[in-house]
T-cell receptor, first 110, second 114 residues
Framework: AQRVTQPEKLLSVFKGAPVELKCNYS??????LFWYVQYSRQRLQLLLR??SRESIKGFTADLNKGETSFHLKKPFAQEEDSAMYYC????????????FGQGTILTVHP | KAGVTQTPRYLIKTRGQQVTLSCSPI?????VSWYQQTPGQGLQFLFE???????NKGNFPGRFSGRQFSNSRSEMNVSTLELGDSALYLC?????????????FGPGTRLTVT
């Protein structure tokens, strides 16, 4: 079975502060991990994925297989980062199936 | 390039009725996945279609079904609607299923069952 846990439902920070959204997963094989973001009144969109190892909008995430974590980080939060963030996992043979965490609502205060 | 489109955007049905939702993927995309989004359960995978074949199915009762047409458009059907089926139903498309292919999500169909 595969499971994704985002322990924080709500996260508030001030503009310019560092932010870390936590994601832990459970999967017996080698998963593919993603972060999706949903801004207000917009559709769900991919933010980044671990295989790309890229930084998008200043966000990075490192897959830690030992701790089975894929935390999302940004050193200096901006107000426009306020959104719902979902961590998602795709198993090796799951093709188009993504398992999502419950999501974290990030609010960045001015 | 036009994004994933879903119709209708909003729907109100009565318990016991059935409903059909439609999803048109991005042109050239052949894989379509469906998800149910509710405040309590979050985003849950329903099923995935590729080349008119169901490749994966989530843990939903048989009242939930789907299909994909030769032009990759997909429909999902829910029969004998229950109050708990009220949700946002999201469709996502990708070129083909599997690694390295991003899933693009549609705006969703908001289903309300009364």
């Amino acid at each position: 079975a595969q499971r994704v846990t985002q322990p924080e439902k709500l996260l508030s920070v001030f503009k310019g502060a560092p932010v870390e959204l936590k994601c832990n997963y459970s999967y017996s094989g080698s998963p593919e991990l993603f972060w999706y973001v949903q801004y207000s009144r917009q559709r769900l969109q991919l933010l980044l994925r671990h295989i790309s190892r890229e930084s998008i909008k200043g966000f990075t995430a490192d897959l830690n297989k030992g701790e089975t974590s894929f935390h999302l980080k940004k050193p200096f939060a901006q107000e426009e980062d306020s959104a719902m963030y979902y961590c998602a996992l795709r198993g090796g043979t799951s093709y188009g199936k993504l398992t999502f965490g419950q999501g974290t609502i990030l609010t960045v205060h001015p | 390039k036009a994004g994933v489109t879903q119709t209708p955007r909003y729907l109100i049905k009565t318990r016991g009725q059935q409903v059909t939702l439609s999803c048109s993927p991005i042109s050239g995309h052949r894989s379509v996945s469906w998800y149910q989004q509710t405040p309590g359960q979050g985003l849950q995978f329903l099923f995935e279609y590729f080349s008119e074949t169901q490749r994966n199915k989530g843990n939903f009762p048989g009242r939930f079904s789907g299909r994909q047409f030769s032009n990759s458009r997909s429909e999902m059907n829910v029969s004998t609607l229950e109050l708990g089926d009220s949700a946002l139903y999201l469709c996502a498309s990708s070129l083909v299923p599997g690694q390295s292919y991003e899933q693009y999500f549609g705006p969703g169909t908001r289903l309300t069952v009364t």
